[in-house]
């Protein structure tokens, strides 16, 4: 004879129901990694996004059991191993670490960079980067934007480092350009280091970098910082920053970020989990010696960084496609 089907019944088979998803949720979360992950590095070894790759990857090996093995698949802006991830099986085993120019830049400054950020990659955390530093050559006497300003429209030629066609000194040049109506020329070098060198020798008038980097030309006085792009230095807190000082742009307000991204089609809960690693990581020891040592803030989880990402996203393409370079 068939149960009377009542009120308690049905209460009790939708709370089963609903719990269903639940567990299976949290058991495939907990099955997560079931063998060696590998952690591509779209930049060479040895740099930034490199040292922190490895660092986050042995706290993720300590805490789920796994080997996490660095690979670097350098080249073409992070493309050729954000291209490689994006084409791997969507099962959390294979996680990409790049910086902002791979998320954002290179579908502005590539005609084919091998992936679709928007359908091929999930964006699972994110270090914010810190401000870059506004350094000028100690013979010019500039110490703050008006100065620069002034110098730039009294010698009507400013030679200006930066460390990439399309970064974010050649865009902080054409946005200055446009607000102060100057004629600053970007002079682009490959990376950082040899931009340093340019400013150190006095092919440079002025150059933008990181904090770290710059130090090679502040320790020895061949530097003077005046001006940083977005956001405050805590290791130089009096020095303001670019809208502080009276720039307007809205590309002042967004910076960079080094982030972790997976296949767009893996299952949320290994996003969630990884993103819960990475916040994680930011507290372990040896972690905060590497955030330290490049002045980052701790990672956000999966819905602040989405919520950066979307937020700052428009900014960083409108400014981005104003400098009116061809796509290579």
């Known amino acids: 004879m068939p149960t009377p089907f009542n009120r308690r019944h049905f209460i009790a088979a939708g709370a089963a129901a609903a719990a269903m998803p639940f567990l299976s949720r949290r058991a495939l979360a907990q099955a997560w990694p079931s063998r060696q992950i590998r952690m591509i590095c779209s930049y060479p070894a040895g740099g930034q996004t490199d040292l922190l790759a490895r660092a986050f990857g042995e706290y993720i090996s300590k805490q789920v059991g796994q080997t996490v093995v660095i690979e ?3 080249g073409a802006s992070g493309s050729i191993g954000a291209a490689e991830v994006a ?9 990409l670490c790049s910086i902002s120019t791979t998320y954002v830049m290179n579908r502005v400054m590539m005609k084919n960079p091998g992936y679709d950020m928007d359908k091929d990659l999930t964006l699972v955390s994110v270090l914010p980067g810190a401000g ?7 013979k010019l006497g500039i ?39 100057l004629r600053i020329e970007p002079i682009h070098y490959r990376g950082e280091a040899p931009m340093w060198t340019g400013l150190a020798e006095g092919t440079l008038d002025v150059a933008m970098g990181s904090y770290t980097a710059a130090q090679s030309v502040l320790q020895s006085d061949r530097g003077i910082v005046f001006a940083v792009h977005s956001k405050k230095v805590d290791a130089i807190p009096h020095i303001k920053t670019l809208p502080e000082q009276g720039a307007t742009s809205k590309f002042f307000t967004v910076s960079g970020f080094t982030g972790w991204a997976l296949p767009k089609a893996t299952p949320q809960p290994i996003v969630d989990r990884l993103a819960e690693l990475c916040v994680a990581a930011s507290s372990d020891p040896k972690v905060k010696e590497v955030l330290a040592t490049f002045v980052l803030e701790p990672t956000l989880g999966f819905k602040e960084t989405n919520a950066l990402y979307q937020r700052e996203l428009p900014v960083w393409l409108e400014t981005a496609q104003a400098l009116g370079l061809d796509p290579a």
């Open 143 to 181: 110490k703050n934007l008006d100065d620069f300003v002034a110098f730039a429209r009294k010698s009507g030629k400013v030679n200006f480092g930066t460390y990439s066609a399309g970064s974010a000194p050649h865009m902080t040049i054409n946005e200055l350009n446009k607000q102060y109506g």
């Open 87 to 95: 084409r791997a099986a969507p099962d959390g085993h294979t996680i």
């Open 72 to 74: 670097n698949k350098a």
């Open 132 to 138: 870059l530093l506004l350094v000028a050559s100690p």
